[in-house]
């Protein structure tokens, strides 16, 4: 019985996702493609999920892959609408308040940074307190655009509440260090590599950040970073999975604020307070990346 009850979830989420997918789309968006011979066989976007689902090129394990197969993949047109509801509802994008109780309006006096995501308007302007940014660019890759950062990438040493201050010596070294060149000199050896090797050293109570990234094999090391040399550091991320020449660079010599090691320390993860074990690449935060690339357009 309860293996039936469960099927019987996985099916009704399966059917209202399923129903999310057409809403999204639209009747003009998913014309046949002439120059692709599939899309033209089959005709609805419906009639061609079908298809897949009967040559088994759809698996479905959970909400999250769901989501992936039949809105990602197909690239459905995501409205601003959905947007706008997501904005306006708590625990959207994980546990949490809803965006717009802390950023409803373009003045700095009432919303935190000036930023208004009650609208589309507001939510393309982005920040307005000085200096104004936009949070992103319409059409362009937005995992690592700073609204991508600010709902995906988790404040280091991870668990770090959002209430702690990134103004301290500790921040400001690597800050400095990074803006002067990254330099193997004598000043990152003598005040920053010790940072990273040193219990406390940005917030107490905190494992140093060579305890997770110490060398650039994982296991044991997380994303094959290491942490503990400057040539460590300066080769980056992910450099066995992704080829040394394509390793996910952390630092950034003279920009420590598109230095992600930097990002890492000081940004803090949105809503504030939630929990670094909720899932970084929630189904709603992939479709607002995916509005984003598809123009974040407000028709």
Known sequence: MKTLHSTLRRLARLAFISTLATGLSTGTAFADNDNDKDDHKYGSLNKRWVQDL???K?????DHAAVETLILARNIPIPYTYIATLMRTP?????GPACIVCHSSTDPRTSYRGMDLSTCKGIKTGVTEEPGYPVFIPGQPAGKSILGRRLRNNRMPLGVSFNVSPDNAAYTAVKEWIAAGAKNDDNFKRHVLPLFKKDGAFVPDTPACTTCHMSNQEPPSFHELDLSTHAGIMLGADSVAKGVANATKVVVPGKPYE???FQHLVEDRMPPGISPTEDRSHPNTMILLRWIEQGALCD
């Open 58 to 62: 759809i698996k479905l394990e959970g």
């Open 259 to 261: 230095s992600s090691i």
């Open 54 to 56: 009967r040559e088994g």
């Open 91 to 95: 625990n959207a994008f994980g546990q």
